[in-house]
């Protein structure tokens, strides 16, 4: 191999194709996307190599839009909010936000397409969906997890915009769409746990896209990238509006409110 090809093959990529006076995308010319193709359909020309269908788009689009904001209670929102106080602008304020989609908050997605096709794998092997179930939630508990990734919300007692969300999963199943083989697992698994604990732990927003990413056949990784995608337009509204709203090292607290202190009682300085 000659060092000029080594070269260009060190960055190899089948997403984007450049020359003087041309741009193209998985083959597509940009001149000839734009205008013709909207933004939620270049989000998966991009991750997924072709163009989606008309109702794949539109059911990728629900997904997208139901995760935008949360309001300032949201950690990500939040910080952002306060990073817009310290004098960065709203590139700093929306990647410190973004930061912070980790695990705990922002992973429930791709933790729930990675349950939901656990157990879908299980079933698909001739096991029982709720024995499939079971047997995953075991693993799911021995590892040390104690909340189930999708299921119950810390605000809404039932959160407004999974079962919107589900109508219309049932609705490009009818279409032909998608097969609704990962949203009559999770419904199963929400059946499951409150016929076990006794209570219900209703499905959330994050457990509802986890179904669309799933039928639309996304990596679970991907799942978490496009909540990324899609909390960042709350991220950028609130950084934006805080930018309006003025205010200097603005706090997780007004400042004339102050924390918690259950350190030492006071005490002289003395060397030993």
Not at 98 to 124: C, I, P, S, T
Not at 145 to 154: S, T
Not at 203 to 215: Q, S
Request: glycine share 10%.
């Amino acid at each position: 191999m000659s060092q000029s090809q080594k070269a260009e093959d060190w960055w190899r990529t089948e997403i984007i194709e450049m020359s003087p006076g041309s741009i193209r995308f998985r083959g597509y010319a940009i001149e000839e996307l734009t205008g013709n193709v909207g933004f939620v359909e270049m989000i998966w020309l991009m991750l997924r190599g072709e163009l989606p269908t008309s109702g794949q788009a539109a059911l990728l689009e629900a997904a997208l839009v139901s995760g935008v904001d949360h309001g300032p209670q949201a950690p990500s929102i939040a910080i952002a909010r306060m990073a817009m106080t310290c004098g960065v602008g709203l590139n700093n304020a929306v990647a410190s936000a973004v930061n912070v989609l980790g695990d705990v908050h922002g992973g429930a997605g791709e933790q729930a397409v990675e349950f939901y096709a656990a157990v879908r794998a299980k079933a698909d092997d001739g096991l029982a969906l709720d024995a499939a179930i079971k047997q995953t939630l075991d693993v799911f508990i021995a590892a040390g997890n104690k909340f189930v990734p999708g299921f119950g919300h810390r605000f809404h007692p039932i959160d407004p915009r999974a079962p919107r969300l589900l109508e219309l999963v049932d609705a490009a199943v009818a279409d032909g769409i998608v097969s609704g083989a990962f949203a009559k697992v999770a419904r199963s698994i929400e059946t499951y746990l409150f016929e076990t604990k006794g209570k219900r732990i209703p499905m959330n927003i994050d457990g509802a896209t986890a179904v669309i990413y799933a039928e639309l056949g996304f990596a679970p990784p991907l799942a978490r990238g496009l909540f990324c995608l899609s909390r960042s337009v709350g991220i950028l509204a609130h950084a934006w509006e805080q930018s309006r709203q003025g205010g200097r090292n603005k706090g997780p607290l007004p400042k004339e409110m102050i924390w918690t202190f259950d350190g030492p009682d006071a005490r002289p300085f003395s060397r030993q």
